[in-house]
């Protein structure tokens, strides 16, 4: 079974409209968790890394937040734009296993 | 021009033979990673390396193999042995040894492998 569980699978949006994206992991114990994007055909790139005590994160447009009572996570695209296009992947680490647990991600489709 | 050098971008083998892929970093990581993505999945991890002169099995290693002579260097080899090697693989860096410190992960461009 996955420990990290993204949805929506895809989704469609127009561009400036908001979205939001959900993770929801089983990993423990926790140390981590991570949202990339990835263009087709090229490697992932971080957004945000946050640890137990930080419940939101910023990096420009992008916004995560993660609540780690529920072990839950999500990433808000404000105002989106064409170049969103891509999938967001959710990475989850945990304490003292050098693994980290890759949600399948979220395919993101911005149209003018 | 720092980062991560994954070469080639796309390469095509005929079933049965062998092929080698190329990482090579200059941000002086220590650590090193080959994953598999195939459509619809997760990234799998199938080697890693925290060191030079070692490294360790990922949760797919079978039909794999890899070396670490160089810090900067940790090509992964795709043996006849991998069942179903048609896949985009991704290496990896982090500045730290353990990952799941906040260490933060890079990947390289990837390369896909078509094999028939």
């Known amino acids: 079974k996955n420990q990290v569980e993204q949805s929506p699978q895809s989704l469609i949006i127009l561009e400036g409209k908001n979205c939001t994206l959900q993770?929801?992991?089983?990993?423990?114990?926790?140390?981590?968790l991570r949202w990339y994007k990835q263009d087709t055909g090229r490697g992932p790139v971080s957004l945000t890394i946050?640890?137990?005590?930080?419940n939101t994160k910023s990096n420009g447009r992008y916004t995560a937040t993660l609540d780690a009572d529920t072990k839950q996570s999500s990433l808000h695209i404000t105002a989106s734009q064409l170049s969103d296009s891509a999938s967001y992947i959710c990475?989850?680490?945990?304490?003292?296993?050098?693994?980290?647990?890759f949600g399948k991600g979220n395919q993101v489709v911005v149209i003018p | 021009d720092g980062g991560i050098t994954q070469s080639p971008k796309y390469l095509f083998r005929k079933e049965g033979q062998n092929v080698t892929l190329s990482c090579e970093q200059n941000l002086n990581h220590d650590a090193m990673y080959w994953y598999r993505q195939d459509p619809g999945q997760g990234l799998r991890l199938i080697y890693y390396?925290?060191?030079?002169?070692?490294?360790q099995k990922g949760d797919i290693a079978e039909g794999y193999s890899v070396s670490r002579e160089k810090k900067e260097s940790f090509p992964l080899t795709v043996t006849s042995a991998q069942k179903n090697p048609t896949a985009f693989y991704l290496c990896?860096?982090?500045?730290?040894?353990?990952?799941?410190?906040?260490?933060?992960?890079?990947f390289g461009p990837g390369t896909r492998l078509t094999v028939t």
């Open positions: 990475v989850v680490s945990a304490r003292g296993n050098n693994r980290l647990a």
């Open positions: 990896a860096t982090t500045p730290g040894q353990k990952i799941s410190s906040s260490y933060e992960q890079y």
């Open positions: 946050m640890t137990f005590s930080e």
């Open positions: 993770c929801n992991y089983t990993v423990s114990p926790f140390s981590n």
């Open positions: 390396s925290q060191i030079v002169n070692d490294f």
